[in-house]
């Protein structure tokens, strides 16, 4: 089966940096996005990686190891307003996305 | 209006009730979702529609049934829902259901209880 694995939740203190973590097993591969969704809140768009490598992009770089099956949003100076759900969504070979559950990120002040 | 919207934004019904819950896309895409979203789990794919054809139903029940009528609009219709369907039901839009990059643009939901 399909899966994608991510933490339930994660706590970090504001102006610190913080790791959410990604792996994954699906059915062929076409690229691995990251979502932000707030509290009540529709989803938004955050990054997209389909090759090996780090990708930045101001405070929220993420990465991408498709030998692993493993991705990870780094967070740099965190913000309140960056208290959020962050998902994480694999791109198959029929070019559905298959979701996790989502990363709870509380930040502290 | 921009981006997508949905309607309506809370839904209390009952067990055998008829309802229907409305998106709109104002982006131009080609492709739309409905998806199913419960706490704590992962985003469930409902329905795919590419250029108004529908195209993915993941064994869906059949107290579900989506529509749409042209490639801005998508309905879910609703009859006889159990109290396990209650969850916030989004809808997606992106350009096209086939590019691997297609970033999919959501809904703010609708809130949905079933008594």
């Known amino acids: 089966g399909q899966n994608i694995d991510q933490p339930t939740e994660m706590t970090a203190t504001e102006g610190a940096i913080v790791q959410i973590n990604c792996t994954y097993q699906t059915s062929g591969f076409n690229g691995l996005f990251w979502y932000q969704q707030h509290a009540g809140e529709a989803p938004t768009f955050l990054s997209y990686n389909v090759l090996d490598g780090l990708e930045e992009k101001g405070r929220f770089s993420s990465f991408l190891s498709r030998s692993k099956g493993y991705s990870y949003l780094l967070l740099k100076e965190l913000q309140m307003k960056d208290s959020a759900s962050y998902l994480c969504a694999v791109r198959d070979s029929n070019y559905q996305l298959i979701w996790g559950a989502g990363t709870k990120l509380i930040i502290k002040p | 209006e921009t981006g997508v919207t949905q309607t309506p934004r809370h839904l209390v019904m009952g067990m055998t009730n008829k309802k229907s819950l409305k998106c709109e896309q104002h982006?131009?895409?080609?492709?739309m979702y409905w998806y199913k979203q419960s706490a704590k789990k992962p985003l469930e794919l409902m329905f795919v529609?590419?250029?108004?054809?529908?195209?993915e139903n993941n064994s869906v029940p059949s107290r579900f049934s989506p529509e749409c009528p042209n490639s801005s609009h998508l309905f879910l219709h609703l009859h006889t829902l159990q109290p396990e369907d209650s969850a916030l039901y989004l809808c997606?839009?992106?350009?096209?259901?086939?590019?691997?990059?297609?970033?999919?643009?959501f809904g703010p939901g609708t809130r949905l209880t079933v008594l």
């Open positions: 997606a839009s992106s350009q096209e259901g086939t590019r691997g990059s297609d970033e999919q643009f």
């Open positions: 982006l131009g895409h080609n492709a």
């Open positions: 529609y590419n250029f108004k054809e529908q195209t």
